[in-house]
């Protein structure tokens, strides 16, 4: 399984921006579909964004489309969670996660779809 850690997480004011990373280990990070999920206090782990292995399709939840955006650097191992506008209902610990797959254009969008994941990294949107 592929080792993640994230990074970039912080507090900012409501209408910030953070970019989030999550580095990759091993050689064989281009065929990993990623994902972005969040995970408020006292609150289920909840879908945020995701991105194939190719990096061609991506898929993001309803309340973060045209804010947030996902790419990926397969040469460096890593994907990003750039993050625009934010609002207060953004704070979460938010987790990457990858899933090893032989479809380059498929992603997921589901907690058990994912079997490796990051340690998380706090987002905290002031008012």
């Known amino acids: 399984q592929v080792q993640l850690v994230e990074s970039g997480g912080g507090l900012v004011q409501t209408g910030g921006s953070l970019r989030l990373s999550c580095a990759a280990s091993?050689?064989?990070?281009?065929?990993?579909?990623m994902g972005w999920f969040r995970q408020a206090p006292g609150k289920e782990r909840d879908f945020v964004a995701a991105?194939?292995?190719?990096?061609?399709?991506?898929y993001y939840r309803t309340s973060v489309k045209g804010r947030f955006t996902i790419s990926r650097d397969n040469a460096k191992n890593t994907v990003y969670l750039q993050m625009n506008s934010l609002k207060p209902e953004d704070t979460a610990v938010y987790y990457c996660?990858?899933?090893?797959?032989?479809?380059?254009?498929?992603?997921?969008?589901?907690?058990?779809?994912?079997?490796?994941w990051g340690q998380g990294t706090q987002v905290t949107v002031s008012s």
């Open positions: 991105i194939s292995a190719s990096g061609d399709n991506t």
């Open positions: 091993g050689r064989t990070f281009s065929s990993y579909a």
């Open positions: 996660a990858a899933r090893r797959t032989y479809y380059s254009r498929d992603y997921w969008i589901k907690v058990n779809d994912y079997n490796s």
